[in-house]
């Protein structure tokens, strides 16, 4: 039997992918695409993480495979603080919780700012992590 030489690179017309000789085997010339966004995914992106690989199966099988779920993820993150930033400060305003109040009555001020705190958790968990898109 002849010994053909084999190319270094050839393309499949049939799939229109490259393949590249690497020793005896062909292996497709394929490049995950770089991640949007890269960070650090906290509290929030994790809980929409867990959220979607329980209720939102194909989403995050897309979001995966498309190489887009941190940066989406990273996203909410985002999203959630800057959320619980605002209305925090816009509930303690409201309620009029104050430096001077922190000040006088320190116990008083910490109930309160929990209060605010946990009532803004439920908020941002239920319109944006428990949510489907």
Excluded at 7 to 17: H, M, Q
Excluded at 52 to 58: G, T
């Amino acid at each position: 039997m002849e010994n053909k030489e084999l190319k270094a690179k050839f393309i499949d017309e049939k799939t229109g992918i490259e393949y590249t000789l690497q020793g005896d085997y062909y292996m497709p010339n394929i490049i995950i695409p770089k991640a949007r966004r890269i960070g650090i995914i906290g509290k929030y992106g994790r809980l929409k993480l867990n959220y979607m690989k329980k209720y939102q199966i194909p989403e995050y099988t897309e979001m995966l495979l498309d190489n887009e779920l941190k940066s989406y993820l990273l996203d909410i993150e985002d999203e959630c603080k800057e959320k619980f930033e605002f209305l925090t400060k816009q509930m303690a305003e409201k309620e009029n919780i104050t430096e001077e109040l922190k000040s006088n009555n320190q116990m008083e001020w910490i109930q309160k700012m929990n209060n605010i705190k946990h009532r803004v958790e439920e908020i941002i968990l239920n319109e944006i992590i428990y949510v489907k898109n």
